[in-house]
């Protein structure tokens, strides 16, 4: 059987977000799992600077070219040009791991959609018009495509529902956290944070960007009511500092959130998170939508326990090891986290229910089963 795999955004700064990890991830499971008769090539950006060295499956490469952005170059010239770059028909399964289909093809499709998120808020991710259209006609593709590839439940729903994909052309295949995820034992955590960040001993961890979807407002209302309580406390923000720092200058300047409380590291190494998630009393989680849940299951993975939404995705991938509130409810996050930050009884039991949510997800499970679709698929 042999497949193609869209390896590019191992090398574009999706590297280090979800869909970057989601590659590599699945690529390594690939590496130490995958059988012999699987042919494999891997989809590269000849112009940009070669992935980080990782666990592979033996290969070969297809160099194709983008400009700068090659995101949003991706979702406009895909189409076009992937028929020339890697044929209509030289492998028997194409995966594309983001909104990357070929227009034309004869070999089958896969895509994973990890969220719909430029479908529920336009204003924000489709605003450009080189966006839009690049998105629509992605969106078409991927009605076309064999098979999709959803990181949830939830995500299926959204496919199901806004893409109007029959359910039975939509695999749920869940996600995990990095192999390598070593954090070290809370006690340990504090010190490193302490020592790199200044941080007190009691702060509350947010782990993602700042766009519309991720509720910096609501986030913030709920740390400010938390704050009230307990003047030590922190919020740690971690995340890479970007264009879209805005929406978090915006949110705190709207919000009652002490800003002197309200500590911003930026983008972190892998380690460094580690130890941040360890070290934190939970995760504060106000997304309003989530593809897949990767910070919370990476939290439970520390042993740190969750306050966010009971919603979609992260209610699959938290279950009982967190305390979940209705999204409609604006003051319920705060509340929850007042209630997980007050009780250590409460700590204690989400913390020991972590393990065996934890234990629920793996990259392996995740290879063998993108494996099995791909060989239902070929020919």
């Known amino acids: 059987?042999?497949?193609?795999?869209?390896?590019?955004?191992?090398?574009?700064?999706?590297?280090?977000?979800?869909?970057?990890?989601?590659?590599?991830?699945?690529?390594?499971?690939?590496?130490?799992?995958?059988?012999?008769?699987?042919?494999?090539?891997?989809?590269?950006?000849?112009?940009?600077?070669?992935?980080?060295?990782?666990?592979?499956?033996?290969?070969?490469?297809?160099?194709?070219?983008?400009?700068?952005r090659p995101e949003l170059a991706m979702l406009a010239l895909d189409a076009a040009l992937l028929p020339l770059e890697i044929g209509l028909g030289n492998a028997d399964v194409y995966h594309s791991v983001q909104l990357g289909l070929p227009a034309a093809r004869r070999m089958r499709a896969v895509v994973t959609v990890h969220d719909l998120a430029p479908l529920i808020w336009p204003q924000h991710y489709l605003r450009l018009p080189h966006a839009r259209v690049g998105h629509m006609w992605q969106y078409a593709l991927a009605q076309r495509a064999?098979?999709?590839?959803?990181?949830?439940?939830?995500?299926?729903?959204?496919?199901?529902?806004?893409?109007?994909?029959?359910?039975?052309?939509?695999?749920?295949?869940?996600?995990?956290?990095?192999?390598?995820?070593?954090?070290?034992?809370?006690?340990?955590?504090?010190?490193?944070?302490?020592?790199?960040?200044?941080?007190?001993?009691?702060?509350?961890?947010?782990?993602?960007?700042?766009?519309?979807?991720?509720?910096?407002?609501?986030?913030?209302?709920?740390?400010?009511?938390?704050?009230?309580?307990?003047?030590?406390?922190?919020?740690?923000?971690?995340?890479?500092?970007?264009?879209?720092?805005a929406y978090l200058r915006a949110a705190l300047e709207r919000t009652a959130a002490p800003r002197e409380?309200?500590?911003?590291?930026?983008?972190?190494?892998?380690?460094?998170?580690?130890?941040?998630?360890?070290?934190?009393?939970?995760?504060l989680h106000a997304a309003l939508l989530e593809g897949f849940g990767l910070t919370p299951l990476e939290s439970l993975a520390a042993g740190t326990p969750v306050v966010g939404y009971r919603s979609g995705a992260v209610e699959e991938v938290v279950g009982d090891a967190g305390l979940l509130v209705d999204p409609a409810d604006?003051?319920?996050?705060?509340?929850?986290?007042?209630?997980?930050?007050?009780?250590?009884?409460?700590?204690?039991?989400?913390r020991a229910r972590a393990p065996a949510r934890v234990a629920l997800f793996s990259w392996d499970r995740a290879a063998e089963q993108t494996i099995a679709l791909y060989r239902s698929l070929a020919p």
């Open 1 to 68: 059987m042999r497949v193609i795999f869209d390896a590019r955004h191992l090398q574009t700064v999706s590297r280090t977000r979800g869909i970057g990890r989601y590659s590599r991830n699945l690529l390594a499971a690939f590496a130490r799992n995958a059988p012999p008769d699987v042919e494999w090539t891997l989809l590269r950006l000849g112009t940009f600077p070669a992935a980080d060295p990782q666990p592979l499956p033996p290969h070969r490469d297809i160099h194709v070219a983008r400009p700068r």
């Open 146 to 245: 064999d098979a999709i590839v959803a990181p949830s439940a939830a995500t299926a729903r959204d496919v199901v529902e806004r893409l109007r994909i029959p359910r039975e052309r939509v695999h749920v295949i869940a996600e995990s956290v990095d192999t390598s995820f070593a954090p070290p034992p809370p006690g340990a955590a504090k010190r490193i944070v302490r020592e790199r960040f200044a941080v007190p001993e009691r702060y509350v961890l947010y782990v993602g960007q700042f766009d519309p979807r991720k509720n910096m407002d609501g986030l913030l209302a709920a740390f400010a009511r938390a704050a009230e309580d307990d003047h030590a406390l922190r919020l740690v923000v971690v995340g890479d500092i970007g264009k879209l720092a």
């Open 261 to 283: 409380r309200v500590i911003v590291t930026g983008f972190v190494d892998d380690a460094t998170l580690a130890a941040l998630y360890s070290g934190a009393e939970c995760l």
């Open 330 to 350: 604006t003051s319920a996050l705060g509340e929850a986290l007042r209630t997980v930050l007050s009780s250590d009884a409460l700590a204690h039991d989400l």
